[in-house]
């Protein structure tokens, strides 16, 4: 007789979220195609823009986290700073994310009408 299968539970200790953070030169066309075919490469894979030097891709498990920053290392262009940073579903639940709002001037007095 086999044993009934097992679903196991969530566990936020080993659900992983993948950050991948990059400085890359954009200062001539070709340097731009590679940091656009580097982006592009990123959400082909998954992942999805936290900011716009900062990517995020949810992973099950560290194992296939490391597949996905395995792909990553692949696509890294010659020039730029990149930053891969892997932390558990547990500590992504308690970031804390603030939105600034900047003060806008007042809008310009409307042109008024006169009639007589």
Not at 36 to 57: A, C, E, N
Not at 66 to 76: K, Y
Request: net charge positive; proline share 9%.
């Amino acid at each position: 007789m086999t044993e009934p299968s097992r679903q196991t539970a969530f566990n936020a200790y080993d659900a992983m979220w993948i950050y991948v953070m990059f400085d890359l030169p954009v200062d001539t066309k070709a340097k731009q195609k590679r940091a656009h075919q580097f982006r592009t490469g990123l959400l082909k894979d998954g992942f999805s823009m936290f900011q716009f030097s900062v990517y995020i891709r949810p992973c099950p498990s560290r194992e296939n986290a490391e597949v996905h920053i395995q792909r990553v290392q692949r696509i890294v262009p010659a020039e730029g700073m990149i930053t891969i940073l892997l932390v558990t579903d547990k500590q992504f639940g308690q970031m804390r994310t603030f939105y600034g709002e900047k003060e806008a001037p007042p809008p310009p007095a409307p042109i008024q009408l006169e009639l007589f």
